[in-house]
């Protein structure tokens, strides 16, 4: 016999001692959830994989694919760095889920997908570099220190492969830029969307999965704001 | 507490006086309601009917442990009442028992050797079975139960109620009514039969009813004012069933034997203690049986339905709700992050899946510990044969605080018709804090 | 080591939809019953619970409830000449695993096919002559009638619980439903779910254009529901996680929520999970099933497990698999045309127009998997093949099944990927687009087919299954059609701007996009056991004692999603099992 999963047991008989009374309003209390104290400044973040170099440069990179200024926050605001840190450290850096046994066709056709023999976390670690020696050549800085302008040039170059990277790099940049805007667009939970900032902008109402009474409501903007797995609201 | 110690001492100066009455007076106890047959043998199954009746394995048997072996804790405030072993072992369990002796512990509390047992054991209600029941329970005891050998651990209350001999003076108040059933003349068989469930086996008003000053049921039956009109155990609220807006009034009477028989109906859903109840007994019992429970419930609080307000009427909640506001007030901001998935901006769910909450008594009830249980832990229904879905709600107490479930919980109690106290977060800690298993 | 099982009446390969309904069926007749699941078990609370499930990252992105290709992939090609690569992630179709398989992560579309795709050859012969189907197309007859098959339809929907609304109810037209399916014995079990704002102008716009629009039927429960097993929904918020996720709220048809807690009642039921069926086992005659053998995860060994009838429940591909790694059929050849396991590998063909309107208001997370309008009027039933120069058809929908944003953000043409305009363009255009689909059937052919992989292998040591398959002229011209009719319709609808996404002429296939998870035949059913795998009642043409269930049936796509047919089928052949079979063993045809 079992009681209720996770209750405390109530087969009990006689009445207990009497009842608190406490009492609590309802109606001023505002719908804003206790502040959350801020986390590490993206300055003193200790990341779990990425080595100073590497972090360095998802900062720069992350920095430019989604940019601060204009509305809505940037990738950094929305702390994407440290989404990716944690993403590359865990299974889908490992591509633990992945076929990853040879033999490998890395040159094979990108219609046939994920044919490196590299999972993420080795493509960000080699292509790094090979990407940082291409621009001291080209631009005569690593990328982290070259200017925003020269930053996206950069980059665009790196999308257009104009560097010739080498096959098994060659969805560096694709990863890149999934990873930033899954970073941006994620729960808070995996360390990025920082504040819901990114669904906040855009008017998505995060984890709430509950639209019955609005179905009908056609073409008329939905006003309450998102609310996250962990219970944030905004 | 102060209650307490007022009964304590009422409980004490009793115990005195049961003791001297124990001195001169020997144990006395009760024979058969009614004479059998000489030949009489309870059908097939009978015995095992009357368990699921009774619903003895619930207390009898621990999580996991062999049937009717025992050894549960029942919690009370004065300590833990163990349950014993009641499987036919003749070293630990009650092999050795006459049908005497098995009746006199159901109709007395009272062991073979003169030991009261607690009221725990609810013979205040089983004295209401019949001896045919009493004989095919002895019989499906002694003869299709295994014996088990388990030695389980033995009460010991605090001073004075470790004195057993106190409560024999309590069953002069509490127990001393005639033996057996009497249907009511000019009732029918139906409701005679949903009478006897519920007084006897059924012992509904172990919970239901509220206790006295000597913590017996206020009034073992249907003549009494308070029978069933709603009890606390532990601090959790067990509702009324017969009076103004009890769910035997607002229920059909399929509805309430649909609730019976598979824990869920067209308007809520069991949880806590009643979940239990269906899941290990009401839901084996016959369709005809639950439906003479569910007449016998309509009868006794006036024998109509009654009449709801007209389900179109739009609240102001389901109005606020439905605006989604972004600045509306916390309490229905969380139901609609939270709840209103399967509960709706209406407050009534849906039927048999999603309990309403608007006029639900656990919702509306006297102590918020069961709602806030439930918001806290979860909710389970039993698999049953009618409906097998073991339906599950999930808890919040990872996503909530206290602050944020005192405010959501004041948000159910005052909204849609609701009108109940605000809860505290105090009042949430306190169920957050309790043990878990 | 291995070990021995007892022995069972039945084992079940596989508990997913297919699985549980033989199991439910079978358990009925006292069978004592073993399913055998090579996934975890699962079930709404606690897997699916609020709000862990509704976690776009986890399961949309990641894949948290599909299989894992590091345990169970393919390998493919696009044609005999190509070295196959393995599909080392997932991208173009997403196989599920654990208890309920891809039946708790689908998106609840649920059709009966059209009158004519029953016996599409014949049906092509007759109205325009054989002369017009294409020398390597090799299209079939069901070996069933759609009549025989109606009360299992029928069964089925109200099994699982769809929403609907009937368009012909024997033959008598109901205005707001589907004129053009095939007549209903009655009434869908649940009236259908209402449409968003998408759905809604779509209706509009394609009414104005002649054709004839009804909300979607789908297993996603419009009020609550309980089935004939006493299982249960409830009303479906629309909460816009369908597809990838499993129902938080009991409102999505699964095995979950139509089956498994009666089916776990029955005393006669087990199911063991982490058990991956390695092969069928044979008896020496080679003429019926011993039973099978499979690996234990929880214990790393092999068991057999005895049984007088074998049941392939498990997904079209590991159907196939496992009858090629058992000798289940003959193999098929391409270069000879023979065998059967294999043959008519056939998938999806679809397209579609996004429309972007810059003041209008979709809120696209309000969605549900089977939401929206759709229309028929260009379906098979309604197209001359003999003018229009392809054989096939499709279903038109537009409802938005979600507004996730990792993966549901349509920019229009010419917005940057990245950048300070890209974060505008998602700033401005999130909730302001809508999409309409077209879902067409695929026709199988000579060269798409499934054999072993010469050089890959999984874990446990068994070859990979070979995917060869290619886009074919017949169905790009059938899509090309869709986007001519489709075209006028969008631009009636004033959009700021549309753009369409439609396979074009030479498109090759490409396995990184999500395309569809209708992977069919392979074991295909059929009159002639040249040409098919299995008979009219799923039976194994060469080993009577072995069923194979599933999409792996169908000669060619439909132009629906499946699971209707799917569902339909095992209706089928349960009750073929029941009334006749288990009477007597033997070969039913």
Redesign the interface.
Known sequence: MRDVPGLPSRRTFLKASAASAAIAGIAAVPAKAEQKPEPVALTEYKPDCLTPSEWAFVMAAVARLIPSDGEGPGAIEARVPVFIDKQLAGDYGRAADWYMQGPHDAAASPLRGWQTPLNPLQIYQQAIPFFDAWCKTTHGKIFAELDAETQDKALTSLQKDEMKIAPELRDFFTILLANTKEGYFADPMYGGNHGMEAWKYIGFPGARGSYKEWVLKHNKPYPLGPVSISGERA | MKKLIRVLGVLVVLGIVALLAFIFVPVQRTGPATQLAADFKPAKGQGEYVMRAGDCLACHTTEGGKPFAGGRAIQSPMGAIWTTNITPDKETGIGNWTLDDFRAALYDGVTPNGTHLYPAMPYENYRKMSEEDIVALYDYFMNEVEPVSNKVEETKLAFPFNLRFGLRAWNWLAANYEPGFKPVQGQDEQFNRGKYLVEGAGHCAACHSPRNLFMAQDGIDDTSKAFLTGGEIDGYSAPDLRGNNSASQKWTTEQMAAYLSTARNAHSTATGEMMLVVRDSLQYMTKEDNMAIATYLKTISGGQLLKQAPPIEVTETEKMLTEAKADMPLGPRLYLDNCGGCHFVTGKGAPEIFPELDGNSLVTAKSPKGLISVILHGAELPSTADRPMKLRMQGYDNRLSDEEISALATFLREGWNNQAPAVSAADVKAVRDLPKH | MARTEKKKDVVIVGLGWTGSILGMELAQDGLEIVALERGHDQ????NF????M????KYG???GMMQ???NS?VT?RRDVNE?A?????L?SFLPGIGVGGAGTHWNGLNWRPQLSEYRLRSYVEERWGAGIIPEDMQIQDYPVTYDELEPFFDRFEHVAGISGMAGNVKGKIIEGGNPFEAPRSREYPMPAM????DG?KFAEAARAAGCHPFPSPGGIAS??Y?NE?????????????CERYGC???SKSSPQ?AIL??L??KPNFEYRTQADVLRVEMAADGKTATGVTYYDYKTGEEVFQPADLVILAAYQLHNVHLMLLSGIGQPYDPATGEGVTGRNYAYQMNGGYTLFFKD????P??GTGANGMSIDDFGMDNIDFGREGFIGGAYWRSGQTN????RSMSLPKGSP????G???A??EW??HSMNIGSHGSHMSYRGNFLDLDP???DPLGRPLMRMTFNWNPNDIRMTQFMKSKMEPIAASMNPTSMQEGFKKEGA?????PYQTTHNVGGSVMGADPKTSAVNRYLQAWDKHNIFVLGAGAFPQNTQYNPTGMVGGLAYWAAHAIRTDYLRNPRPLV
């Not at chain 3, 097993?229 to 996680?241: E, I, K, T, V």
């Not at chain 3, 507004?403 to 990792?406: A, S, W």
């Not at chain 3, 090759?508 to 990184?512: F, L, P, S, T």
């Open positions: 079930d709404t609370v606690p619970q609020y709000p862990n509704i976690d776009e990252l992105v990641r894949l894992k290709p590091h992939t493919i070295t690569l393995p599909y080392r992630s991208g209402p449409t968003t704002w809604a009020q609550a309980v097993y006493g299982m249960q929904m409830g009303p479906c918020n629309h909460c816009g996680f938080y709220n009991y929520t807690d009666a776990k009642r209008e208001h979709f809120n997370f309000i507004g996730q944003p990792i990927s990245w950048g300070a890209w974060k505008q998602v700033g999130y909730g050089t890959y292998k090759m296939y490409d396995v990184r």
